[in-house]
């Protein structure tokens, strides 16, 4: 007799860009003809860079003759990439071992999958607001209970507010695994090395381990900030990072990305090497290998000319998201994040929900936002804005709050 999983049922609706959805469409079937900017999701709209689309031709053309065609390679990626990869984090100071990245089909999946190598009843502690999949997945693999007024008991949620420039202090009780995201979604908040540090020192007393999601890492710019944790000393005896090409490359719909497990690492028991082993053993048996044509459009990505068009790209992104905090800052409103990072997290004005306030902006300056409730609890009373739209989208929504948002 086959049953499901039962903690599956133990999972929220997937509320938030549903309900954005759902408010969305009725505003368009009232107000027909009325041009609606959405700046809630953050998807990339920039086209990939002229280094990578050459190599992807070179790529498709390999794969259609005989003598150059390639089929499965390594579950772990494609060796070429994997020191790539190695070599890029030298740039920050960070030896790494090629056999210490495993290349994957994007951040998403290995934040949730990484759960697994670790023991079912460990405590997972995430900050508030939050990206999402963490706590899914820690709901899915059934460490937690209830579900009460906005959080799963058995998630020790992290507090990040004004009062600790959003990234969280401590947590007072003893946690096995800990989501860090720098920068972060929603709030835009970049960590120090003094911050992650705490981090760092915390989990090796405690033996914990962290899971630091740096997806967003090529937008610092401030050389004083770390764009990998393993920039903190100790960092590789605990703590796994995770990236992707998605918003360095946009290869949001092209999927690749990496996952760092040091040799260092160590948990609860466990020799150097062995959790490394482990993630690998997990790999081989349950993953088959990122796209291949991806990896190899990755490698082009790495390269001096593919940098170089990146960049570009990302400091399209950021001059939007300059013009964002800029005009929200005119008009008043209360703005952080959005100078190392793609997303401007703002606080509602009036003491407005921030559902109240997602209706305003609809109505009024016909902007879509994301409701800062949707990321947890400490989500409320704010809104996130994403820099990654087209140019002319950001001039016009930022012109229509200006005019017409009143506040
Ligand atoms: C914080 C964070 N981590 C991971 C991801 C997932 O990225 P990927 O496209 O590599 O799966 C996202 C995507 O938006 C994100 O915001």
């Not at 949620?157 to 990234?167: I, R, S």
């Given at each position: 007799m086959a049953r499901i999983n039962e903690n599956y049922k133990k999972l929220q609706e997937g509320y938030l860009f549903p309900e954005i959805y759902k408010r969305t469409v009725a505003f368009q079937k009232n107000n027909p003809g009325v041009e609606l900017i959405k700046l809630g999701i953050g998807d990339t709209t920039r086209p990939l860079t002229m280094a990578v689309v050459k190599h992807l031709h070179e790529v498709a053309d390999e794969m259609a003759d005989e003598s150059t065609y390639r089929g499965y390679d390594a579950e772990q990626g494609i060796m070429e990439l994997r020191e790539a990869l190695a070599k890029h984090y030298k740039k920050y100071g960070v030896n790494l071992k090629a056999d210490e990245v495993f290349i994957n089909d994007g951040a998403k999946p290995d934040l949730a999958n990484l759960q697994s190598i670790f023991a079912g009843n460990s405590v997972v502690a995430v900050q508030d607001p939050v990206y999402p999949a963490y706590v899914d997945s820690t709901v899915i693999s059934g460490k937690t209970t209830g579900y009460k007024d906005g959080k799963y008991e058995g998630i020790v949620y992290m507090d990040c507010t004004e009062e600790n420039g959003f990234f969280p202090d401590l947590p007072k009780q003893n946690v096995d695994l800990i989501y860090l995201c720098s920068p972060n979604n929603p709030t835009g908040a970049v960590a120090t090395h003094e911050q992650l540090k705490k981090f760092v020192d915390y989990a090796q007393e405690k033996k914990a381990v962290i899971i630091f999601?740096?997806?967003?890492?090529?937008?610092?710019?401030?050389?004083?900030?770390?764009?990998?944790?393993?920039?903190?000393?100790?960092?590789?005896?605990?703590a796994i990072e995770v990236n992707s090409f998605s918003k360095l490359a946009g290869f949001t719909g092209v999927r690749l990305g990496w996952t760092v497990v040091p040799h260092e690492l160590c948990a609860e028991g466990t020799k150097p090497g062995e959790v490394q082993a482990l993630w690998d053993r997990r790999q081989t048996t349950m993953f088959n290998g990122a796209s291949n044509i991806a990896q190899l459009a990755g490698i082009a990505v790495l390269s001096e000319e593919g940098q170089e068009e990146v960049r570009e790209v990302i400091d399209y992104y950021m001059h939007n998201a300059k013009i964002i905090r800029d005009g929200l800052a005119e008009v008043g409103l209360e703005v952080s994040g959005g100078t190392n990072a793609p997303y401007i997290w703002a606080k509602t004005p009036n003491g407005l929900d921030s559902w109240e306030f997602f209706d305003k902006a609809l109505n009024e300056a016909h902007v879509v936002v994301t409701p800062g409730a949707g990321f947890g609890q400490r989500g409320e009373g704010h809104f996130r804005l994403s820099a990654f739209g087209k140019r002319e989208n950001i001039e016009k929504a930022v012109d229509n709050i200006k005019k017409n948002l009143k506040i």
């Amino acid at each position: 007799m086959a049953r499901i999983n039962e903690n599956y049922k133990k999972l929220q609706e997937g509320y938030l860009f549903p309900e954005i959805y759902k408010r969305t469409v009725a505003f368009q079937k009232n107000n027909p003809g009325v041009e609606l900017i959405k700046l809630g999701i953050g998807d990339t709209t920039r086209p990939l860079t002229m280094a990578v689309v050459k190599h992807l031709h070179e790529v498709a053309d390999e794969m259609a003759d005989e003598s150059t065609y390639r089929g499965y390679d390594a579950e772990q990626g494609i060796m070429e990439l994997r020191e790539a990869l190695a070599k890029h984090y030298k740039k920050y100071g960070v030896n790494l071992k090629a056999d210490e990245v495993f290349i994957n089909d994007g951040a998403k999946p290995d934040l949730a999958n990484l759960q697994s190598i670790f023991a079912g009843n460990s405590v997972v502690a995430v900050q508030d607001p939050v990206y999402p999949a963490y706590v899914d997945s820690t709901v899915i693999s059934g460490k937690t209970t209830g579900y009460k007024d906005g959080k799963y008991e058995g998630i020790v949620y992290m507090d990040c507010t004004e009062e600790n420039g959003f990234f969280p202090d401590l947590p007072k009780q003893n946690v096995d695994l800990i989501y860090l995201c720098s920068p972060n979604n929603p709030t835009g908040a970049v960590a120090t090395h003094e911050q992650l540090k705490k981090f760092v020192d915390y989990a090796q007393e405690k033996k914990a381990v962290i899971i630091f999601d740096a997806a967003y890492s090529a937008f610092i710019s401030d050389v004083g900030l770390p764009r990998s944790i393993y920039e903190v000393d100790g960092a590789k005896t605990c703590a796994i990072e995770v990236n992707s090409f998605s918003k360095l490359a946009g290869f949001t719909g092209v999927r690749l990305g990496w996952t760092v497990v040091p040799h260092e690492l160590c948990a609860e028991g466990t020799k150097p090497g062995e959790v490394q082993a482990l993630w690998d053993r997990r790999q081989t048996t349950m993953f088959n290998g990122a796209s291949n044509i991806a990896q190899l459009a990755g490698i082009a990505v790495l390269s001096e000319e593919g940098q170089e068009e990146v960049r570009e790209v990302i400091d399209y992104y950021m001059h939007n998201a300059k013009i964002i905090r800029d005009g929200l800052a005119e008009v008043g409103l209360e703005v952080s994040g959005g100078t190392n990072a793609p997303y401007i997290w703002a606080k509602t004005p009036n003491g407005l929900d921030s559902w109240e306030f997602f209706d305003k902006a609809l109505n009024e300056a016909h902007v879509v936002v994301t409701p800062g409730a949707g990321f947890g609890q400490r989500g409320e009373g704010h809104f996130r804005l994403s820099a990654f739209g087209k140019r002319e989208n950001i001039e016009k929504a930022v012109d229509n709050i200006k005019k017409n948002l009143k506040i």
